[in-house]
């Protein structure tokens, strides 16, 4: 009986190490998917300034209408936070890029929208990147974290 045990301590270590680098997976998915939502985000606010010229105020009910930004995220658009899954460079490129919005004429809001959508675009390659060179690695290494854990238990 207490074999049977030790075998099913044994599976379920695995079964844990498999789900804990699937979770990892998931979070480096999540981090690509809200770098390219800030891409779109920012690529979208560059259009309304340049076409539009709606003030700061409008745009943003304009972002929340289209579904682009939630309605209680910030008061002003400036405020906007950063993603939770960012790193510290991406955050504090985040955070420089909307602390910034209307801080000047149309012509240069939209070169400073270029220079930080080129600079959020290079942050989605390199994650991509780091994500494709590893792809379901952190479920093997999870899995073999459980194995290890489980073969000590045997």
């Not at 207490?2 to 680098?21: I, P, V, Y």
């Not at 998917?33 to 105020?57: F, G, H, M, S």
């Not at 919005?101 to 994650?127: K, M, N, T, V």
């Not at 990147?129 to 238990?153: D, H, T, Y």
């Amino acid at each position: 009986m207490m074999q049977l045990f030790h075998w099913a301590a044994a599976a379920l270590l695995l079964l844990c190490g498999w789900l804990t680098g699937s979770a990892f997976q998931v979070r480096t998915e999540q981090h690509i998917l809200q770098l390219q939502r800030t891409v779109e985000l920012l690529q979208r606010i560059r259009q309304e300034i340049a076409y539009r010229r709606l003030d700061l105020e409008q745009l943003q009910r304009c972002l929340v209408q289209e579904k682009l930004l939630e309605s209680d995220e910030a008061q002003k658009l400036q405020e906007i936070p950063a993603p939770e899954r960012f790193d510290d460079a991406e955050r504090l490129c985040f955070e420089q890029c909307f602390a910034g919005l209307g801080q000047s004429e149309a012509a240069q809001e939209c070169e400073r929208l270029d220079y930080y959508s080129a600079r959020f675009e290079a942050f989605l390659h390199q994650a991509q990147q780091k994500a494709a060179s590893g792809q379901g690695l952190p479920c093997r290494l999870g899995l073999a974290a459980g194995a290890v854990a489980a073969l000590i238990l045997l």
